[in-house]
């Protein structure tokens, strides 16, 4: 059974950096193409990043040039380099596969982003 763990969140000035985690079990990891989405208060979630298990790489008009996803296969994990945050990026932020094979999701990482 899939299990999705993400951690890094936290409240950060605007301009200021966070650096996200995910790690999965229950998958084999290296088949899947992953992804970073978010959720902003009262929107819906949306897809942001993902990464294929060779590298390829793709972002939302919204992060590109400031976000940048990686994974390590040996750790089954995920992860968010989120630099030159700006309040819009406020919001819990999830990742899964790209595209979805499940309905479940984890329970996230807050991110605010506030003076």
């Known amino acids: 059974q899939v299990q999705l763990v993400e951690s890094g969140g936290g409240l950060v000035q605007p301009g200021g950096s966070l650096r996200l985690s995910c790690t999965a079990s229950?998958?084999?990891?290296?088949?899947?193409?992953m992804g970073w989405y978010r959720q902003p208060p009262g929107k819906s979630r949306e897809l942001i990043a993902s990464?294929?298990?060779?590298?390829?790489?793709n972002y939302a008009d919204s992060v590109k040039g400031r976000f940048t996803i990686s994974r390590d296969n040996a750790k089954n994990t995920v992860y968010l380099q989120m630099n030159s945050l700006k309040s819009e990026d406020t919001a819990n932020y999830y990742c899964?596969?790209?595209?979805?094979?499940?309905?479940?999701w984890g329970q996230g990482t807050q991110v605010t982003v506030s003076s």
């Open positions: 229950g998958i084999t990891f290296t088949y899947y193409a």
């Open positions: 899964n596969t790209h595209p979805l094979y499940t309905n479940y």
């Open positions: 990464m294929t298990s060779g590298g390829r790489t």
